[in-house]
Nanobody, 126 residues
Framework: QLQLVESGGGLVQPGGSLRLSCAAA?????????IGWFRQAPGKEREGVSC????????YYEGSVKGRFTISRDNAKSTVHLQMNSLKPEDTAVYYC??????????????????WGQGTQVTVSS
């Protein structure tokens, strides 16, 4: 059973930056076709933010984060990062890392992802 652990959340002012990390325990992420980031704000559905295909480096970004967020993988291939810049109050949510055996594609569908982390809170507020 794949275990994913998120880190890097916190409180940041509007316009600030955060870097989220998703680490897999005991396996390289290459075993899974894609790693994705979802977020869920209070009272809202969980939505896909960005994903990364381990096979070819293909990426996808949801429209509201395009140009502000960047997904990447470290050289050890065991951690995927989500660099979030120019953060807005509407980015406030719990952010979840997830893995799938399917390629990264958008718009992201929650049901396509089989493995999930516990989530990390991101709060954008002055």
């Amino acid at each position: 059973q794949l275990q994913l652990v998120e880190s890097g959340g916190g409180l940041v002012q509007p316009g600030g930056s955060l870097r989220l990390s998703c680490a897999a325990a005991d396996v390289t992420l290459d075993y899974y076709y894609a790693i994705g980031w979802f977020r869920q704000a209070p009272g809202k559905e969980r939505e896909g933010v960005s994903c990364f295909s381990t096979s070819d480096g293909r990426t996808y970004y949801e429209g509201s984060v395009k140009g502000r967020f960047t997904i990447s993988r470290d050289n050890a291939k065991s951690t995927v990062h989500l660099q979030m810049n120019s953060l807005k109050p509407e980015d406030t949510a719990v952010y979840y890392c997830a893995a799938t055996h399917l390629p990264c594609s958008g718009p992201m569908v929650r049901g396509m992802y089989n493995y999930w982390g516990q989530g990390t809170q991101v709060t954008v507020s002055s």
